[in-house]
């Protein structure tokens, strides 16, 4: 035990004397945390647009002004003619050219309609596809206050309810999601890293021909990272409480224990992934471009799963990080009990076990 | 030159002797490309709605019907009890409720109003906000075809209304594929060039075999030429694969000119390269040099506006952004393949880069030491 004890030791000194280290286990969370609270929203702001006032009337102008003053758009330049607009999108700047046709005013009085056209820089599609959204929102407030009483007969008013989110902070996505992907991350690369490390360097050996049992080594290896990353599970909570305002509406314990069950899942697959290679780089590359894109990208995340092709709706429910997901959510928002989150439970539980056995199965105690 | 190339011939017999490195270059690209392109979308499709509808008049099943036939909704289940659509909502077996009260088609005819309610799951703010969007285009023109409908019976005046076209001008569709294409390719190509040659150097420095090179006569700028030249490319041939693939796969053209994209592409790699071999100067061991690289291309690519645009990110993102290699690449790649932006439009990018490019390349070179 005692011997044990000392392994142990000596694998948190190789992670504490190592700075880089150091900013993977505790910068990468923090900055990612305030990157996707702060940098990656989808809230737009600043969008330069270009107005072409083919009227300039006191109907188009009020409408240009209110597009402005809704703090979205600033306008870059004003432009004469349809044959810029082409231009101007090369160039880069503007997103989005508002037209408005000649005899504005006058036609919406006389004919009680006005044609406005919006050109949107397509090339990126979701912005192009909000900005339009907003704009004509505004276009529509607009009209709807100068009708003022005048307005439609029979109306059919919805109200919605934005359940878990009143106030539609994309904070309760992307706490769920960092999380899902830091302890994967820090599990499964940290731990096949280090191990393959070893056998890179021939120390391997040292450590297998000492008293120490290859399970004792294993079990040795992980259990710094699992104390680390518990700390980071830690540290992504309280971020997200106190600088967020992420609620966590259900069993603190509950969270704990799956992040515990998480982390064991992710420590496992670490291990299977360094009984498989044989260089540091080639643990890496696995544990990085194969877990981390897809956990970015297939786990819900930041795209909705429903919203994929069927294939891939399948491949992602064979990413772990996915159900994690689901039992954060349903824990910390919904406020839901373990009744309804056992089945993904039972997944992540069933992906360790799995991984573990493959591990047992391909681990060599003797050299080659 | 001749020991340039030697050294050159020397890293690419080492690049490929490690069996990694081939399906790294070749199906990793096609497996992001597929996979990844495919999965990023926002497109909402398939939104499982509960309906509680307690009017059961000829009016409500007529919205109903409007939500079932549009391409958007699944009608999960029907049912007169709230509180069992609420728990659909909390199990996730369903994502939003159409509550329809009693009385919708009385009180719309009698008073002229009439409430209906929608409860979203939120969770998700972004998808909850383009799902509320289509119920409320599905809302208005279902009203809008009530009042047609009932116009014998109705007050005649027009309320004004201003008609708005939309264009959706490079990618009339928004498909969403032609956004992320290149946006994987930068980070093919930008993991190529920082990563791999940066590791690269920290190798033989942890594995001990640059003394060997170290005592021989070799030049240390010699040296990084040698080591530079095969990545840069193994990464400019990686960006004509993707773009071939992207073709093939997506029908995702190069609008402008391939040339401009490519001496862009060979700028931008010279200065990733000088700030991953700078990384490698001040690294010791892979482990190092990976995880440093890792935070710095996590960071750096999520900010580079890959999924969002950049202006909208607070000011001082966007100032980070002027020393973020990756925001030029992401813009450049995107301003050249999809609005077919010449080298005009593009020479402030162009330029920056020739100097970040200047600017690692000799800090990297100042670092370098031969001797340890």
Redesign the interface.
């Known amino acids: 035990m005692k011997k044990f004890i000392g392994f142990v030791k000596k694998e948190f000194n190789h992670i504490f004397r ?4 150091m ?2 286990l505790f ?2 969370p923090v ?2 945390l305030l ?2 609270g ?11 647009i270009a107005i072409l006032d083919q009227s300039k009337d006191d109907v188009t102008l009020e409408i240009s002004n209110k597009i402005i003053a809704s703090g979205y758009f600033i306008p870059d330049q004003n432009l004469r003619s349809i044959e810029d ?2 231009k101007i ?4 700047n503007v ?1 989005l050219v508002v037209i408005f046709e000649p005899g504005f005013a006058k036609k ?1 009085e006389r004919e ?18 909000l900005i ?2 907003y704009t ?1 929102g505004i ?2 407030n607009y ?1 709807n206050s ?2 003022g009483t ?17 106030e ?3 904070v ?2 992307f706490v769920p999601g960092t999380m899902a992907m830091i302890l994967m991350l820090i599990s499964a690369l940290m731990t096949s ?2 191990i393959v ?1 070893e056998k890179e ?1 021939g120390t391997m050996e040292v450590l297998l021909v000492s008293p120490l049992k290859p399970g004792q080594i294993i079990l040795g290896k992980v259990i710094p990272y699992v104390a680390l990353a518990f700390i980071d599970a830690v540290v992504i909570i309280a971020l997200g409480y106190w600088v967020f305002g992420m609620p966590v509406r259900g069993s603190l314990m509950l969270l704990i224990a799956e992040s515990f069950l998480y982390i064991s899942m992710a420590l496992s697959l670490g291990l299977f992934i360094s009984t498989v290679t044989n ?4 643990a ?2 696995i544990s ?2 194969a877990l ?3 956990t970015l ?2 786990s ?1 995340f ?3 799963i ?4 069927l294939i ?1 709706q399948w ?2 429910a064979l990413i772990p990080p996915r159900w994690f997901i ?1 039992i954060i ?2 824990i910390m ?2 406020g ?1 009990g373990f009744e ?1 989150v056992w089945k993904e439970t039972l997944i992540i539980a069933l992906t360790m076990i799995g991984f573990i056995a493959l591990s047992i199965k391909k681990f060599k105690i003797r050299l080659e | 030159m001749r020991t340039i190339l030697y050294i050159i011939q020397k890293e690419f017999i080492q690049i490929f002797r ?1 069996k ?1 490195m081939l399906p ?1 270059i070749f199906v ?1 690209p096609l497996v ?1 490309l597929i ?2 392109v ?11 709605m509960v309906v509680v509808d307690m009017d059961f008049s000829s009016l409500s099943r007529e ?1 109903t019907g409007k939500f079932k036939g549009s391409p958007f909704f699944v009608i999960e289940s029907h049912t007169t009890s709230i509180k069992e659509a609420e728990a659909k ?4 077996e369903a ?1 939003i409720i159409l509550h329809i009260p009693q009385n919708f088609e009385k009180d ?2 009698s008073t ?18 383009i799902t ?2 289509y ?2 285009y599905i ?1 208005a023109d ?2 809008k075809s ?2 047609s409908e ?1 116009r014998n019976i ?2 005649l ?16 569709e ?3 594929k ?2 992320m294409l290149p946006g994987i390719l930068v ?1 093919l190509v930008s ?1 190529i060039g920082m990563f791999l040659s940066s ?1 690269n150097i920290v ?1 033989e420095k ?1 594995m001990g075999t640059i003394e060997q090179i170290n005592v021989t006569p070799i030049k240390k700028y010699q040296f990084i030429i040698g080591k530079m030249v095969p990545f840069w490319l193994i990464a400019m041939f990686e960006l004509g694969f993707g773009l071939i693939i992207g073709w093939i796969l997506y029908r995702v053209p190069v609008e402008g000119s391939l040339i401009t994209l490519f001496s862009f592409t060979a700028v931008y790699l010279l200065a990733l390269m000088g700030l991953g071999l700078f990384v490698s100067t001040i ?1 010791h061991r ?7 690289n ?2 710095f291309m ?2 750096f690519i ?2 580079s506006g890959i ?3 950049v ?4 000011d001082w ?1 966007v100032k980070v952004n002027v020393i973020n290699p990756f925001a030029y690449f992401m ?1 450049v790649i ?2 050249v393949m ?5 080298f005009q ?2 020479a402030y990018e162009f330029y920056a880069m020739c100097i970040y490019a200047v600017v690692t390349l000799s800090l990297s070179v100042w670092k370098y030491r031969k001797t340890t």
């Not at chain 1, 009680?112 to 596809?129: C, G, W, Y």
């Not at chain 1, 429903?306 to 092709?309: F, L």
């Not at chain 2, 202006?311 to 607070?314: C, K, L």
Request: hydrophobic share 50%; proline share 4%; aromatic share 12%.
């Open positions: 190592d700075f880089q280290t900013l993977i910068g990468i900055a990612q990157i996707f702060y940098v990656v929203t989808n809230e737009l702001k600043d969008i330069k607009v082409d999108f090369r160039e880069g997103r919406l009680h309609t006005a044609k406005v056209q919006l050109i949107a820089d397509a090339s990126d599609a979701n912005t192009a596809n339009v959204n004509s276009i529509y009209i100068i009708n005048n307005e439609m007969p029979l109306k059919i008013i919805p109200e919605v309810r934005m359940v878990y989110n009143e539609m902070k994309g309760y996505m890293v280090s490390r360097m260089n540091q780089l080639a890496m590359f990085f471009f981390m894109l897809p990208l297939l819900g930041i795209f909705p429903e919203n994929m092709p891939l491949l992602s689901v959510k349903n928002l919904k839901v309804y | 490690n990694m790294f990793y992001q996979i990844l495919n999965a990023a979308t926002l497109e909402m499709k398939e939104i499982d919205l909502l909390k199990s996730g994502d719309l005819f002229g109003k009439a409430e209906i309610q929608l409860l979203a799951d939120a969770i998700n703010a972004t998808a909850a906000g509320n969007a119920c409320s809302i279902f009203n009530v009042i009932n109705l007050p005046s027009l309320p004004k209304s201003v008609d708005i076209e939309y264009s959706y001008w490079y990618n009339s928004l498909n969403y032609i956004f980070i993991i590791v190798r942890e690294s892979q482990q190092q040099v990976m995880f440093i890792f935070f996590l960071t999520l900010m999924f969002t645009p202006e909208s990110m607070p993102a813009r995107r301003m999809l609005k077919g932006s010449g439009e593009i």
